[in-house]
């Protein structure tokens, strides 16, 4: 992880050394695995845990928490931070406009996380945190100098000299060459270890996938809705080009929001935004996957949520990076790792979750 820096913001960054990120042949995808405990981040030098933590919901009053973020919310999130890393996941994904300050009584998960990195280096100064956060391609954000002037504002609220992974939030309405050039020269002044994109389809990967090439620097990654129950990267040729390509796909929402759980039920739906989405009718659908994800997590003592992330690695070249809003779910999601569904029922899974109709996704990834 890079270097702490004081609490203060800093105007003037000094240019660290440039990192080149090697462009990698696809062929070299095979040898990307380090082991069990962490991963090559697509082509890149940076390696991160198999299952990140989504920051998402850490200060955030627009859609999490019921609108309001108090000390209690506060503490949990920091107990999420904290079994994570405990239970050696070490990979955090944020974004600058998580805990938006247009929302009444947020924080911005940045900060926290930065806090919460911050406290647990008082603690174990040897901690290698990787911190993943992304650029908001906001309509009057033009260009590449754009990119640059908001990861040094996310890299302030971090405390943090450089971050390991830094993405394009989701495609610009007026096009991405400038976007991708920043990226680049935020590699280039050594500000990032790796760069990514989110909620990119096919065509827009490949062509982020090549501009960066011709700089001989590496795209490492795709941030894209993909669960169980959204399997929308499987059909638009988005998996496949991450696999070609050796850009690892990193799945947001890999829990459908809590709804793969099983702690939702027709009955007793999610309360807020979430529950226009996850009805008592779609969850009355997803029961009969509910419950053979249940049986299934039963043979190995794991719950269903273990077994939905378990789901996901075994497609592999994947890295699910589910919310934690406490202790107990960080905890949870590590018993995902160290052991594998077989064949037969990671397709028998697909198949039964093809059965259930999925809910919509982010708009913009069909741009
Ligand atoms: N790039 C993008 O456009 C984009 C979009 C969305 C998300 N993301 C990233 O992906 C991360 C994860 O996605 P997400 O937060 O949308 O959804 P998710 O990970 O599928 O679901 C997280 C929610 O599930 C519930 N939960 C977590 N662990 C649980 C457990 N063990 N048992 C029962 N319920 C549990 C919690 O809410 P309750 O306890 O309230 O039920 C938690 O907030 C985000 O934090 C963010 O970093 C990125």
Redesign the pocket.
Known sequence: MALHVSSACFSAFSPGKVQKIRAVASEDFATMKMGEDKVKLGGSELKVTRLGI????WGDTSY?NNFEWDDRKMKAAKAAFDASVDCGITFF???EVYGSRFSLGAINSETLLGRFIKESKERNPEEEVAVAT?FAALPWRLGRQSVITALKDSLCRLGLSSVDLYQL??PGIWGNEGYIDGLGDAVEQGLVKAVGV??YNEKRLRDAYDQLKKRGITLASN?V?Y?LIYRLPEENGVKVACDELGITLIA???????AL?G?YTPENP?TGPRGRIYTPEFLTRLQPLINRIKQIGQNYSKSP?QVVLNWLIAQENVIP?????NG??AK??AGALGWRLTKEEINELRSLASETKPVIG?PVENL
């Open positions: 989504g920051a998402w919901s999490w994904d944020t974004a992304k939030h989701w989110s909620n941030q809705n669960s947001y929402s890999p829990i459908a929001q809590g759980t702690k999610p949520t990076i589910p919310g934690a809003k107990e779910q949870e999601f982010f």
